[in-house]
Every structure is written in C-alpha cells, then in structure tokens.
C-alpha cells in the first residue's frame, strides 16, 4: 500500500507540474485498477477511507492528463 500511496502522489504531482512522459502516464494508468482490486480488502476504515481518496487522486491525475492529449 506505501507503493501505491506513493507512486498516486508521484502521478498526480506529475500531472499538476505539466505534461507526464509515456511511461508515468502508462503507470498511472495502470494504478487505478490496482486500487479497485485492494481496496475491498482493507479492514480498517481509516485506511480504506485514506486509500479511497488516493484512488480519486490518481482517477483525477488520469482524467487531467487525458484531456490535455486532445
């Protein structure tokens, strides 16, 4: 879970500086599934409450960098 948590922020942080290079942008769209499959196995609410928000992040990171490619 640190390695998502970390590589969520690195992503979103990259999408606010500017445009992310091919390979973070494939490893961001990557990282939101992951979220999808551990989330629903985290028993502590903080944490799945923490986590859900850094899946938003990452979605947000996503949905910013696909609109500035069009």
Known sequence: M???DADA???ASGVLAGPL???RR???TRLT???EKV???ID???ATTYYTHVREMAVLAAEIE???QK
């Open 2 to 4: 640190v390695m998502l």
């Open 26 to 28: 494939s490893g961001l």
């Open 39 to 41: 989330l629903p196995m």
């Open 44 to 46: 502590d609410e903080y």
């Open 21 to 23: 290079s091919e390979q």
């Open 66 to 68: 696909s609109l500035r």
């Open 33 to 35: 599934p992951v979220f």
């Open 9 to 11: 922020y690195g992503f």
